[in-house]
């Protein structure tokens, strides 16, 4: 079966705080793909990052940054230095290799940074 | 260029009526996804087309269907509502049937479905 876990519905911080939102996952597949989504307001999903499964190296980009261990089974999103705007949902998304527009979604995580 | 569109952005329907929701994908994009967000929850995965072919279903009832047009926009369509059916719709386009190198999913901003 293909779950992903997002055990934190909200998150409350403040401007410049740092945060982190979880995502563990299951799947029997040995390949498959992560994906981290952000839904603001108007609804649309804005892609954020893409990991596939032999691919655990940690990646940053601004203050963006993602931890993948496989060993985990967990593809954690950290936020330094928080702002306003990063208020949304985040979602974080699995795919299985025979269809790769079958995205297996989270819940969510619904952060709200407070100036 | 222009995003995924879709249409209505809003709408109203009533208990045992029929729905039909519209995309348009991004230009040069084949391949037309659907999926539905209850409120609260992640999107689920409903249709994938590609090459105005089914390609993907997932586990929704068969009052749903869908089609995608030569030009590639693809409609939903919903029968016999049920309150359960209020969500927002969301429509996601790709290149290709699976996406490769860093060919993600590009969504729209849904359509919101309130059933009474």
């Known amino acids: 079966a293909q779950k992903v876990t997002q055990a934190q519905t909200e998150i409350s911080v403040v401007e410049k705080e740092d945060v982190t939102l979880d995502c563990v996952y299951e799947?029997?597949?040995?390949?498959?793909?992560l994906f981290w989504y952000k839904q603001p307001p108007s609804g649309e999903l804005v892609f954020l990052i893409r990991?596939?499964?032999?691919?655990?190296q940690n990646e940053i980009s601004g203050r963006y940054s993602w931890n993948f261990q496989k060993s985990t089974s967990s593809f954690n999103f950290t936020i330094t230095a928080s702002q306003v705007v990063d208020s949304a949902v985040y979602f974080c998304?699995?795919?299985?290799?025979?269809?790769?527009?079958?995205?297996?979604f989270g819940a969510g995580t619904r952060l709200t940074v407070k100036p | 260029d222009a995003g995924v569109t879709q249409s209505p952005t809003h709408l109203i329907k009533t208990r045992g009526q029929h729905v039909t929701l519209r995309c348009s994908p991004i230009?040069?994009?084949?391949?037309v996804s659907w999926y539905q967000q209850v409120l609260g929850q992640g999107p689920q995965f409903i249709f994938q087309?590609?090459?105005?072919?089914?390609?993907g279903r997932g586990n929704f009832p068969d009052r749903f269907s869908a089609r995608q047009f030569p030009n590639y926009s693809s409609e939903l369509n919903v029968n016999a509502l049920l309150l359960g059916d209020s969500a927002l719709y969301l429509c996601?386009?790709?290149?290709?049937?699976?996406?490769?190198?860093?060919?993600?999913?590009?969504f729209g901003n849904g359509t919101r479905l309130t059933v009474t």
């Open positions: 996601a386009s790709s290149l290709r049937q699976g996406f490769t190198g860093n060919s993600p999913l590009h």
């Open positions: 799947t029997r597949d040995t390949t498959y793909y």
């Open positions: 990991r596939n499964s032999f691919d655990e």
């Open positions: 998304a699995l795919v299985p290799p025979y269809n790769n527009n079958d995205m297996r």
């Open positions: 230009s040069g994009h084949k391949s």
């Open positions: 087309y590609y090459e105005k072919e089914e390609r």
